[in-house]
């Protein structure tokens, strides 16, 4: 159950006149903290609201997220045991998730 | 996403309105279809089976791939019984993103002083309930332990199909309650649909608790669905 309204932060923090990017977990596999569906929201400074997964790989999604923010280009990127990058931002509960990356423009 | 579909949708989830955004994985064109639409739409399977699962995800199909974000109305708690354990199932419920309402004819039951925060209705159910828009996304517990609040709720309840149903009382009450309910035009089917004694036996002695209890099993109910629990 989302406690709080990512959705409407990001309205908000749009209609500031802040350069905002929404994230969303599309799939996941195995023992994935946050379910489908589940959102984060960042800012052009790198401020973010919400969760994709747990706190895991959340520092990632927020760079993907700035150089989304600066394409104007949305895409999929994938964290998991699979992916030799994983280890690095450690999903530590051993699953893997894909996050659709988009501006909101 | 473009912030005209963002503030559509965010309309209609602030009416309590369910919704999908439609998002093609490799182009990024996003649309939103309102649950109304949904019967038109040319994904219409997918979307009025994630509509009534609430599910986001993935679908392949020979135009590609498309994720469906799935927006249906936070789920309701409606009570009878500005009673104790009230008092403690109310706030974990919100806590739990439930929007609450407590109902009780009784005055010197349904005080602010006992509820801060939480909705509180002091009028009989006959009365409040029809406003309340009660659904099938909407739970209701009955805690009174009075036939003449608790049995007209019940009804209510069972006419619009709430996703949990549940009544405070011991085995020996419920089989009094049931047989009112009975005589009241209630079906077995109905009658085998409420939780009582309400809660999961985990053994909960204080108000607080029980609440506790009584929110796993609504938990179970949303989560799990009527088969498997």
């Given amino acids: ?105 | 996403m473009q912030l005209a579909l963002l503030k559509a949708l965010n309309e209609e989830r602030a009416a309590r309105r369910a919704a999908i955004v439609v998002t093609a994985l490799a182009s990024g064109a996003q649309r939103l279809v309102k649950a109304p639409d949904a019967a038109k739409d040319e994904l219409r399977e997918a979307l009025e089976k994630r509509l009534r699962s609430g599910k986001s995800g993935t679908e392949e199909t020979p135009e590609g791939k498309f994720f469906l974000t799935v927006f249906v109305p936070p789920p309701r708690l409606v009570i009878t019984g500005a009673v104790h354990i009230s008092q403690e199932l109310a706030p974990m419920a919100q806590r739990l993103g439930y929007d609450v309402t407590v109902v009780d004819p009784r005055t010197a039951f349904a005080t602010p002083e006992r509820f801060a925060g939480i909705r509180l209705l002091a009028e009989w159910p006959d009365k409040a309930l029809p406003s309340l828009g009660i659904d099938a996304h909407t739970a209701f517990a009955a805690l009174t332990h009075d036939p003449k609040i608790d049995d007209p709720a019940l009804l209510h309840a069972f006419s619009k199909n709430c996703f949990y149903i549940g009544a405070l009382g011991s085995k020996k009450t419920h089989a009094a309650r049931i047989e009112r309910l009975k005589v009241q035009g209630a079906t077995d089917s109905q009658l085998a649909r409420i939780h009582a004694p309400i809660g999961l036996s985990i053994g909960a002695v204080s108000p607080a608790e029980i609440a506790v209890s009584i929110l796993a099993e609504i938990t179970a109910r949303l989560r799990l669905g009527e088969e498997k629990h």
């Fill in chain 1, 1 to 105: 159950m989302q406690q709080e309204d990512l959705l409407g932060t990001a309205a908000s923090w749009r209609a500031e006149g802040r350069k905002v990017a929404l994230a969303t977990v599309t799939e996941t596999w195995g023992s994935a903290p946050r379910p489908v569906g589940s959102n984060l929201v960042i800012d052009g400074e790198g401020n973010f609201l919400g969760s994709v997964s747990g706190g895991c790989v959340e520092g990632a999604v927020v760079a993907e997220a700035l150089d989304v923010i600066e394409s104007g280009k949305a895409k999929l990127v994938s964290f998991g045991v699979a992916d030799e990058t994983a280890w690095e931002v450690g999903l530590s509960c051993g699953g893997k998730i894909s996050v659709y990356v988009e501006p909101v423009s």
